[in-house]
């Protein structure tokens, strides 16, 4: 089975897109700095497995969000089986007290966090719907 994973440069992403792959799927990691050689991208394409496709994808970019669609519909081995799963892990967290945040900074959260995983999960649902996922 095939899985999507958001967010893989660094903590719960990046340890799924691993923990997955232990498990035999197939994991389509997208990396927010895989094309800028991240620490977490290249970790996961020095795995030198078939079955681990880094990917990069910024979740606010429709242009990216579109290229990991086609890369996606490219590698599937079986690509009308489609993709079994779909985690939006990118996020980001913001902290303080509201008076002190910036308006931007609200706003880049929600086109991070809120936007971003709609993009996504409307982008990849053809192929989620077609796996039954």
Not at 13 to 40: I, M, P, Y
Not at 55 to 67: H, P, T
Not at 94 to 113: C, M
């Amino acid at each position: 089975k095939a899985v999507l994973i958001t967010g893989c440069d660094k903590g719960f992403g990046h340890a799924l897109a691993k923990l997955l792959h232990s498990k035999g799927f197939t994991v389509f990691a997208g990396c927010l700095q895989a094309d800028e050689n991240g620490d977490g991208a290249r970790e996961l394409k020095n795995m030198k497995s078939d079955r681990m496709q880094v990917l990069q994808m910024d979740v606010c970019s429709d242009r990216e969000v579109a290229q990991a669609v086609d890369f996606v519909k490219r590698t599937l081995k079986e690509p009308e089986e489609g993709l079994w799963g779909l985690v939006n892990n990118a996020g980001i967290s913001t902290f303080g007290e509201v008076e002190f945040a910036s308006l931007d900074n609200y706003k880049n959260v929600a086109e991070i966090n809120l936007w971003g995983t709609v993009r996504v999960t409307k982008a990849f649902l053809p192929l989620i719907r077609r796996a039954k996922g």
